[in-house]
C-alpha cells in the first residue's frame, strides 16, 4: 500500500497563487506516475495533472494548461502543483493520485480544499 497526504489548500482571491503538496510513503515504488484530479461541488472528478516519476514526463488538462505546474522531488517523494492565476472555476477538492497510470490511479489521497473568491 501507498499513502499520499496533500497540503497547500485554502482561500486566495483570484488571480492569485497557491501550491499544493502531496507527501507520498509506503510502496510508491510500484507507481509510475502521480498527479492530481480535482472535484468541484455537483460536478465529476476531473484530471488536472499529472508527471511520471522516471521520465519527469508531465501532461495537463486543456483547462489548466499555461496556469499550472506540477513537478517533483524524488527525494522527498513529493508531487508538487503550483496554480498561478486561479479562477473562481478553479475552485474545487484537489486529490492527489498515483499509480502505474494516471488513468487509473491505484491510490488516492483524502483531499484538499481550495477555494478561489471573485
Known amino acids: 500500500q501507498a499513502q499520499l497526504v496533500e497540503s497547500g489548500g485554502g482561500l486566495v482571491q483570484a488571480g492569485g497563487s497557491l501550491r499544493l503538496s502531496c507527501s507520498a510513503s509506503?510502496?510508491?515504488?510500484?507507481?509510475?506516475?502521480m498527479g492530481w484530479f480535482r472535484q468541484a461541488p455537483g460536478k465529476e472528478r476531473e484530471f488536472v495533472a499529472a508527471?511520471?516519476?522516471?521520465?519527469?514526463?508531465?501532461s495537463y488538462s486543456d483547462s489548466v494548461k499555461g496556469r499550472f505546474t506540477i513537478s517533483r522531488d524524488n527525494a522527498k517523494n513529493t508531487v508538487y502543483l503550483l496554480m498561478n492565476s486561479l479562477k473562481s472555476e478553479d475552485t474545487a477538492i484537489y486529490y492527489c493520485?498515483?499509480?502505474?497510470?494516471?488513468?487509473?490511479?491505484?491510490?488516492w489521497g483524502q483531499g484538499t480544499q481550495v477555494t478561489v473568491s471573485s
Open positions: 509506503g510502496r510508491i515504488f510500484s507507481t509510475n506516475s
Open positions: 493520485a498515483a499509480g502505474v497510470s494516471i488513468s487509473q490511479p491505484n491510490y
Open positions: 508527471i511520471t516519476w522516471m521520465t519527469r514526463t508531465t
